[in-house]
């Protein structure tokens, strides 16, 4: 399953916001048992490492066993995003 991050907007930048994406996912995107789930970052602006923790934490909760996975992107805020995010414990 693939979940395209640019439908919850283009400036993905706060932790309630990510929340509030996720809990948008959730109730559309993630209505069936995923094996792996892949990020799409296609078409963002602007990543910051809160919104992306806020929607990771909360994918993981609730799918614990899905491998999730990450399209490449040469945008840098979310290649640093990520790296923020993998570095945090």
Not at 20 to 39: M, R, T, V
């Amino acid at each position: 399953m693939t979940i395209k991050l640019y439908k919850f907007g283009d400036f993905l930048i706060s932790r309630p916001a990510g929340r509030d994406a996720y809990l948008s996912a959730k109730a559309y995107l993630l209505n069936k048992k995923a094996d792996a789930i892949e990020l799409d970052f296609e078409k963002i602006k602007v990543l910051t490492p809160s919104w992306l923790d806020e929607f990771l934490m909360m994918l993981k909760k609730d799918y614990p066993e899905a491998e999730i996975k990450y399209r490449p992107s040469d945008n840098p805020t979310v290649i640093s995003s990520l790296k923020t995010i993998s570095q945090s414990p």
